[in-house]
């Protein structure tokens, strides 16, 4: 069976046509087949046409969170509730076509365990989401020791042994992203033209939000900012070193009004102030992170389920 997981926050304008165009591709596969829709808190009638779905088509099934979790724990939940022996993560926007499923349900038969979707080209978004996406993908993939492909977002195909994996990963900071190449297995990508949104609005536009969440990928899998700071300290040590000896011997030898001012001191110590402040803030970013994991708290909340009852696990 293929299982299918798409994470809905105010989505009930697209739902329907979601169900639609899946529906009709896995018919043409012939795979026996479900669609699991997580409701991550919408505050729209998602839950409600969930519930539609799944009363006329017993295959769709659903679980509803307690509040708003994020789009990571959205797609955890889906992972932890589905069956099926391959798992196909998308988008609920039609960003990602469902059509390329088959292509994947293909390379998966030929003994691949993760077969992830490469964005060759994205239609209908700003050129700034596309800029910093670009230097996203580009920067994540140098200072990480896992091997995550470029342009790759979270469509992808997932054998089990994969979805267990992952589902077992009690982290509470996840980015998927990272974690699936992490697991290994054997994994392809397959291309595909990303969608502009079928309808309602982008939950990550703003920077704000993209700067977290580029915050979140960089700290689950590098230690590089850490490192950073220890660099910048060497450099900073043998400069000083060097500009001891310097002003020493221009005291000495020179002129005895040379580096009198207020002015070099006031520069200097506002300079390393700085320095110092950013490494501080760059070691709270990775504390208030294991601080979250300290706790313990569970990922998620369900508030209701459709379809998970018959199997005695809602
Ligand atoms: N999403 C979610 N929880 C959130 C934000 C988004 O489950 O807190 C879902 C959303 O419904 C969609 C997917 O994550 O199915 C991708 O979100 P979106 O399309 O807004 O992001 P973009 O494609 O613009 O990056
Ligand atoms: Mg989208």
Same mark, same amino acid.
């Not at 989401?129 to 020791?145: D, V």
């Not at 042994?161 to 900071?173: L, Q, T």
């Not at 230690?223 to 002003?247: D, E, H, K, W």
């Given at each position: 069976?293929?299982?299918?997981i ?7 304008e697209v739902l329907?046509?979601?169900? *639609?165009r ?5 018919e ?6 479900? #669609?699991m ?6 505050r729209d ?5 969930i519930q ?8 769709v099934r659903?679980l ?10 959205a797609? =955890?939940?889906?992972m932890?509730?589905v069956?099926? *022996?391959?798992?196909?993560?998308t988008?609920?926007d ?19 365990d @993760?077969?992830y979707?490469?964005?060759n080209?994205?239609?209908g978004?700003?050129w700034?989401?596309l800029? =910093?996406?670009?230097?996203f993908?580009r #920067?994540?993939h ?14 992808r195909?997932?054998?089990r042994?994969? @979805? *267990? ?10 980015f ?5 190449p ?5 994994q392809?990508?397959?291309?595909y033209a990303?969608q ?9 536009s703003?920077t704000r939000k993209m ?5 979140d990928a960089?700290t689950?899998f ?7 700071? =220890? ?9 000083s070193?060097?500009?001891?000896m ?5 005291r ?8 009198t001012?207020?002015? =070099?001191?006031?520069?200097?110590v506002?300079?390393?102030?700085g320095v ?13 992170r294991?601080y ?6 569970? #990922?998620?909340l369900v508030?209701?389920?459709?379809g #998970?009852?018959?199997r005695?696990?809602a």
């Amino acid at each position: 069976m293929i299982s299918i997981i798409a994470p809905v926050y105010n989505e009930e304008e697209v739902l329907h046509s979601l169900y *639609d165009r899946i529906s009709e591709v896995m018919e043409g596969t012939g795979e026996e087949w479900e #669609l699991m829709l997580v409701n991550d808190g919408s505050r729209d009638r998602s839950a409600e046409v969930i519930q539609e779905l799944h009363e006329r088509d017993g295959r769709v099934r659903g679980l509803s969170f307690s509040r708003n979790f994020g789009f990571q724990e959205a797609v =955890t939940a889906g992972m932890h509730h589905v069956k099926g *022996d391959a798992v196909v993560l998308t988008d609920a926007d039609l960003q990602d076509p469902p059509e390329v499923i088959p292509e994947m349900i293909a390379k998966w038969k030929e003994g691949y365990d @993760v077969v992830y979707g490469v964005r060759n080209s994205r239609e209908g978004e700003t050129w700034w989401k596309l800029i =910093t996406a670009k230097l996203f993908y580009r #920067l994540i993939h140098r200072i990480t020791s896992v091997d995550i492909p470029l342009d790759t977002g979270d469509f992808r195909l997932m054998d089990r042994r994969v @979805v *267990d994996a992952i589902g077992n990963m009690s982290e509470r900071n996840r980015f998927l992203r990272g974690m699936v190449p992490w697991v290994g297995f054997k994994q392809i990508g397959v291309e595909y033209a990303r969608q502009p949104r079928f309808a309602g609005e982008s939950k990550y536009s703003s920077t704000r939000k993209m700067l977290g969440f580029a915050m979140d990928a960089i700290t689950s899998f590098s230690y590089f900012p850490l490192r950073l700071a =220890t660099f910048f300290g060497f450099v900073m040590a043998s400069i000083s070193g060097l500009a001891i000896m310097l002003v020493i011997f221009l005291r000495l030898f020179w002129a005895e009004q040379a580096f009198t001012g207020q002015a =070099t001191t006031l520069v200097t110590v506002l300079f390393l102030g700085g320095v110092q402040l950013i490494s501080l803030g760059i070691i709270g970013e990775y504390l208030g992170r294991i601080y979250d994991e300290v706790k313990g708290r569970p #990922l998620y909340l369900v508030d209701r389920s459709w379809g #998970l009852e018959e199997r005695g696990e809602a």
